[in-house]
């Protein structure tokens, strides 16, 4: 696939004047976003201010319900309009999705090392033999022990079960990994052993992220530049350390006052 370039850098996803509404109303209005080759780049905003419905619009995942207008760039690929199988050629090979909630997003009657396997035997011609071996050894890039390729989700705790998320999603090298508020089910520790995880091997992997979060500190652990969401517009962008240290609009303000307290509160919590 050929990558149209943006200063200099070749373009992993590109969103022009995405719009989206469901059922007649509005959700997302005009969103311009770019994430070129290498980067991590962070979405946040507040619950309800259509974080997901971007994330699914770039997947070719929206409800049926929905409409989407603008356009929206895989690489050389048009998503919106596209055919199912072109999106389903992209999904799970181009990009690969990591959700909220691993539990729910896992097949509970599927053993881990088939749940890995799936990608693979979707996107690429290799036996069983070889496939196999690339299950064990993301596995292990996952910190996970080849015996749990045998068990089933439900086996696992929920940084465990996250961790199969992620290796399910990186098994076939994708070019971008969208993960939708990945560690939220999490507890605080783990939280951030999964973020550092992920941004480790997207680095190691030379891919993109797109990270979906509404948790300021997160955001500043897994990315470097970042766009914020209030009522389905991007209400300012930039580097995400700036943009913690100095934000400029008041929504933004707010957002990261609240995520100051509460991390301030978790820090009370945990010296109690
Ligand atoms: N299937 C649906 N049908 C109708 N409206 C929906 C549907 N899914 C989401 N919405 C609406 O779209 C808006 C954006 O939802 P979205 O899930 O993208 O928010 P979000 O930013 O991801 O929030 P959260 O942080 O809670 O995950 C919300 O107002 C929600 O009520
Ligand atoms: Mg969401």
């Known amino acids: ?16 004047r995405l719009g989206i509404s469901i059922a007649g109303k509005s959700i997302v209005s005009s969103v311009d976003l770019h994430i070129g080759d290498g980067e991590r780049v962070g979405l946040i905003g507040s619950s309800g201010s259509g974080k997901s419905m971007i994330s699914k619009a770039m997947l070719g995942l929206l409800p049926t319900n929905a409409t989407a207008e603008g356009s929206v760039m895989l690489g050389d690929t048009q998503v919106i309009g596209a055919d199912e199988t072109v999106l389903a050629s992209l999904r799970g090979r181009y990009v690969g999705a990591v959700f909220q909630n691993p539990a729910s997003s896992l097949n509970p009657v599927l053993i881990v090392g088939k749940q890995v396997e799936l990608p693979l035997k979707l996107h690429y011609d290799l036996d069983k033999a070889d496939r196999q071996k690339r299950v064990i050894a993301m ?12 068990k089933y989700p439900s086996e696992l705790s929920g940084g465990q079960q996250q961790r199969v998320g992620i290796a399910t999603a990186l098994i076939t090298s994708p070019r971008l990994i969208i993960a939708d508020e990945p560690t939220t089910a999490l507890d ?4 951030r052993q999964i973020v550092d995880l992920l941004v480790t091997l997207v680095d190691k992997a030379g ?8 948790d300021f500190s997160v955001l500043a652990r897994a990315t470097t530049r970042c766009y914020v969401l209030d009522d389905g517009q991007v209400i300012e962008s930039g580097d995400t350390a700036d943009l913690l240290d100095n934000p400029q609009n008041a929504q933004t303000k707010k957002l990261v006052g609240a995520a100051r307290e509460l991390t301030l509160q978790r820090k009370q919590d945990c010296d109690d």
């Open 1 to 16: 696939m050929r990558m149209p370039k943006w200063k200099g850098k070749f373009m992993i996803v590109e969103a022009k």
């Open 188 to 191: 605080s520790i783990t939280q």
């Open 207 to 214: 891919a993109s992220m797109l990270f979906i979060t509404h």
């Open 139 to 150: 596995l292990e890039k996952v910190g996970l022990d080849e015996a749990t390729a045998n």
